[in-house]
């Protein structure tokens, strides 16, 4: 076999997909949303709680988002913001997606009574908004950033958990897995060596749905107050907090919303690339 | 018949299944209503007799049934921040807060449908592409935010409302509708959104079949197979995410009726979260549950009237 560089297997690799225009167009935004993160890691203008006697200033060189009304840098404070959500949102996403991979694929494999009992509490959960989930569970174990987190994360649970039961109950009757059994493997390695790797296709876009939606929440949460407390920033709560001051300067609420619209919009055009196109209805 | 004497049995359980849950996980967390109500310094003796007073040492079951009984008759309880009876601290937001949601559903179905059926209609065509485009940018756009800049661009800029002035349903009806519009606007545009591009798919896949080519042969037109035959079809997942989306409706709308100062049920469950004030966060929470629960049933008996598929199986 040719051996080919990472880059150009890539670039075919993109080339092929159904929308190949919606998946590039993702990836630049999203690459920008994790170039800000990113050099925030090491730089930012101005410490993210940093005061200045320079309250409400419109953007200008110095402040590239202006200030806010205590003023702080809202810039600044957009690169720390957008890594906490960005972090909460994988946090979710990982606690969501274990657990939720897990319990699918015990009880989508095993069946039976167990089957049934966690599916009726998946079935109760999932009807609920995750908002309303978290809401719930952040009322009972109390607000801040990682508790949001692990709201958020078993707030996601049902519903990777349902797609991923539903996908073991069609792959477990195949051939292949019935050769895995017919040479002696156990069922443990048959669940999560042979039947996970079919499941990643639809993982997948779940995980990025998913992840949006974590986005989403995460946002909803913190402009509720719940979540990360002041002064440290989160992006919904700088637009809570600049709601007041938006009609003065909009850029306090602009900034941080744009960048949660572009961290969402660039994974959910890479998903929508990556979705198969259906037909038309004129054929 | 059967079905539904059926659905509705499962719709019971689940009740009862929830509202323990959310009983005891608040009665686990919560500690000791007592200790709440009169602080960490009260005698043992007030303590004491607060809790006989509270019926607070029967056994938990009992007081899940009294708990039960009393939401069910309309005694929520008593709020221990403001010794108020909850219920008359959520009566008069229960309603906005429904009220809202209900609104933006109807927005959704009005801008989602047509929608989704123009451009399933002429997909592939221009007007199908920039719409695709756009709706992708909705769906983005977290209700909250997008509340801000409706309240920006059509209160400030175009002088329709005045964002913060809202007015109760009692005083002026007219007042109350055309300031509710652009909240529910800014609830209904994302969910609008993702209806119109999931009937748009769900058309799409009905297209391919082989009924859509038959009825194609008989001679219909375009609208006529695209209305009497593929709409039935497609309008079945579009259903289920509708039912979905009424739930996910009255989240939306805890948060957006803090952008636009409406005096639902978002403040007053989010300050007694922060205050721990147990009764009123379970009675608010056991409320939405409750229409949640029976909004998932509706969608089931609907579902199987609209397809009547389902009952054979």
């Given amino acids: 076999m040719e051996k080919t560089s990472f880059r150009q297997r890539f670039k075919t690799y993109v080339s092929h997909l159904p929308h190949p225009g919606y998946f590039r167009a993702g990836l630049v935004i999203t690459a920008i949303v994790l170039f800000v993160i990113i050099v925030g890691i090491f730089y930012m203008p101005y410490g993210p709680t940093e005061l200045s006697p320079d309250r409400l200033q419109d953007p200008s060189l110095l402040h590239l988002m202006g200030t806010d009304k205590m003023g702080r840098d809202v810039f600044s404070r957009v690169m720390y913001g957008s890594r906490v959500t960005l972090l909460v949102a994988m946090g979710t996403m990982i606690i969501g997606a274990g657990c939720g991979i897990l319990i699918g694929a015990l009880t989508g494999f095993y069946g039976g009574a167990l089957d049934e009992v966690v599916m009726r509490i998946m079935d109760a959960l999932f009807a609920f908004p995750n908002v309303l989930l978290a809401l719930v569970l952040v009322s009972l174990f109390g607000s801040g950033t990682f508790r949001v987190m692990w709201a958020l994360g078993i707030a996601f649970i049902p519903s990777f958990a349902r797609v991923v039961r539903s996908e073991y109950i069609r792959c477990k009757h195949m051939d292949y897995v019935k050769n895995a059994r017919l040479q002696g493997v156990g069922n443990l390695r048959v669940i999560f060596v042979h039947i996970l790797p079919n499941v990643k296709g639809v993982l997948l876009s779940n995980l990025l749905i998913g992840f949006n939606n974590a986005v989403l929440a995460e946002a909803g949460l913190s402009f509720l107050g719940i979540g990360s407390q002041p002064p440290y920033a989160s992006l919904g709560q700088m637009i809570a907090e600049g709601q007041e001051v938006f009609f003065r300067v909009p850029s306090c609420v602009l900034g941080p919303g744009i960048v949660i619209v572009l961290m969402v919009l660039g994974f959910s055009l890479m998903g929508e690339g990556i979705r198969t196109a259906s037909g038309t209805l004129e054929e | ?313």
């Fill in chain 2, 1 to 313: 018949m059967r079905y539904v004497f059926k659905k509705c049995g499962t719709m019971l359980l689940t009740l009862i299944v929830v509202s323990l849950c959310l009983f005891i996980a608040f009665w686990l967390i919560s500690g000791d209503p007592a200790t709440h109500i009169l602080g960490t310094g009260a005698t043992p003796e007030r303590l004491q007799a607060l809790r006989e007073e509270l019926g607070l040492n029967a056994p938990l079951f009992v007081r899940y049934f009294r708990w039960l009984k009393g939401f069910l008759t309309g005694d929520l309880g008593t709020s221990y921040v403001y010794s108020l009876p909850v219920r008359d601290l959520l009566a008069s937001k229960i309603p906005v807060t429904f009220f809202l949601a209900v609104f933006s559903f109807v927005l959704v179905c009005l801008i989602g449908i047509p929608l989704g059926l123009y451009t399933g209609r002429h997909a592939g065509g221009r007007a199908d592409k920039i719409i695709m485009v756009c709706n992708q940018v909705i769906m983005s756009i977290p209700p909250f935010f997008s509340g801000i800049l409706i309240s920006w661009v059509f209160g400030m800029i175009l002088h329709l409302f005045a964002p913060g002035g809202y007015v109760p349903f009692s005083k002026s009806a007219p007042a109350f509708f055309s300031y509710m519009i652009f909240p529910a606007i800014a609830i209904a545009l994302p969910r609008a959104a993702m209806t119109a591009k999931l009937l748009r798919g769900s058309i799409l896949e009905e297209a391919g079949k082989d009924y859509t080519r038959t009825a194609y042969s008989r001679g219909n037109t375009v609208n006529g197979v695209l209305f009497h035959h593929v709409f039935k079809n497609a309008f079945l997942p579009v259903l289920t995410f509708l039912g979905m989306s009424l739930a996910n409706m009255l989240a939306g709308s805890l948060v957006v009726e803090r952008v636009f100062n409406i005096p639902g049920m978002s403040n007053t469950l989010l300050t007694s979260i922060g205050n721990r004030d147990y009764p009123v966060v379970l009675a608010a929470v056991m409320w939405i549950a409750f229409v949640i629960i029976v909004i998932n049933l509706a969608v089931d008996l609907l579902y199987r009237v609209l397809d009547p598929r389902t009952a054979q199986e």
